[in-house]
């Protein structure tokens, strides 16, 4: 028999049942025992914890909401990924109950960028990193540089799988097939390669630009590809067939990026002459210009929706537009120097933005404010994009490195 009796531990298994334990029992689970639980000294009790206040209703929630302020950031990511993925659930069940929407209070009123750290930097390009481009589950990162190769990157690991080499310049675009099975890539040297993301084979060039391919946007259903360039033209090819299928001219100079609409609705193009071309995708017939940018317009993107098209330009502005009227909703000015890229989240309520100002900016787009700003990039940053989760941003500079941004 052992002569000491048993003593409580941080890691006692949960046992059922919500009330507090009687004076002088042990404490080993129930709602009280994930209390006991949660004011543990070790942060992975702590966030185990979370996990099993989940369960327990609004007083659960409550203790999972008082975690966003954790002393230990990684403890606060965890309580913040629990409530976001509440709160999505109740968006998508219309539920009003009273905890979700405490959940739905408190994720407004908190910051998890302000958790972000750079966590990786990739050096393996020579020159400017111009390109970035994710595979739909993630996992892949692509980059395309301005040392005329294309490199393939753990996303996860930020180790170097493979480099492909197959452009005579620069490369200055790649975007990666809804399936996730094929790499495009658009260079200064007038063409378009298809790759094979997995083996990294060449699979197929194309050409038809007079001169460079500065964007490329590839349908949601993976049936479209749309190219722009120096040209100034808008060619449109079906992907499955490699058929040119028709080309547009609505810029007076260099197209500086394409977008299509998540709806497969709606082709737009910003240039350098500063405004931006919207067109029905589906016949090519022109449909308005949104002009606004005092200068070249870098980089475009659609929110989730359709219904909002979003712009950054030399002039150091971000804008948002409405896509039916052509009408400004919104303008987020902060950045010093010239914004490069910008990328949305799913729920269109954050922007995030790279500059020549050498900062990576996120935007909430509910309060129209700057909510963030990461520093770490010794020169401009070219692209930048958001994990299909959410859970890491990356960046690709000018000083031929990338970084990824997230929390340990």
Known sequence: MPRHSPQPRFYDAVLGGDSPAPRGSLVLGGLEGVRRRLESPLEDVRRAALVEAMKYGETGISWVIGALQDPSERVQWSAYLL??????????????????????????????????????????????????????DGKTLVSGSHDKTIKIWDATTGILKRSLEGHSEWVDSVVISPNGQTLISGSVDRSIILW???????LRMITGHNNFVKSLAISPNGQTLVSGGIDGM??????????????????????????????????????????IQVWKFRTGEHHGTFKGHLSAVKSIRFS???????????????????????KTKYWLPGHSDEVNDLCISRDGKTVISGSADQKINVWNLRRKTLQHSFSGHSDSVI??????????????????????????
């Not at 405490?102 to 966590?119: D, E, G, I, T």
């Not at 094979?196 to 060449?202: C, H, R, S």
Request: charged share 20%.
């Open 83 to 136: 409530l976001r993925e509440r709160a999505e659930m109740s968006t998508y069940l219309l539920q009003q109950e009273r905890a979700d929407l405490k959940v739905m209070l408190a994720l407004r009123s908190y910051n998890p960028w302000s958790l972000f750290h750079a966590l990786h930097t990739l050096e393996g390009h020579s020159h400017a990193v111009s390109s970035l481009a994710l595979s739909p």
């Open 196 to 202: 094979d993301l997995k083996t990294g084979n060449l």
């Open 234 to 275: 808008i060619k449109v090819w079906d992907f499955n067939k490699n058929q040119f299928n028709y080309a547009i001219k609505g810029h007076s100079n260099i197209i500086n990026t394409v977008s299509l609409s998540p709806d497969n609705q709606w082709l737009a193009s910003g240039g350098s002459d500063g405004t």
């Open 304 to 326: 989730g929706d359709s219904r909002t098209l979003i712009s950054c330009g030399a002039d150091k502005i971000i804008v948002g537009w409405d896509v039916k009227t052509g």
């Open 383 to 408: 692209s930048v994009i958001l994990s299909p989760d959410e859970k890491r941003i990356f960046s690709g500079s000018k000083d031929g490195t990338i970084k990824i941004w997230g929390v340990l």
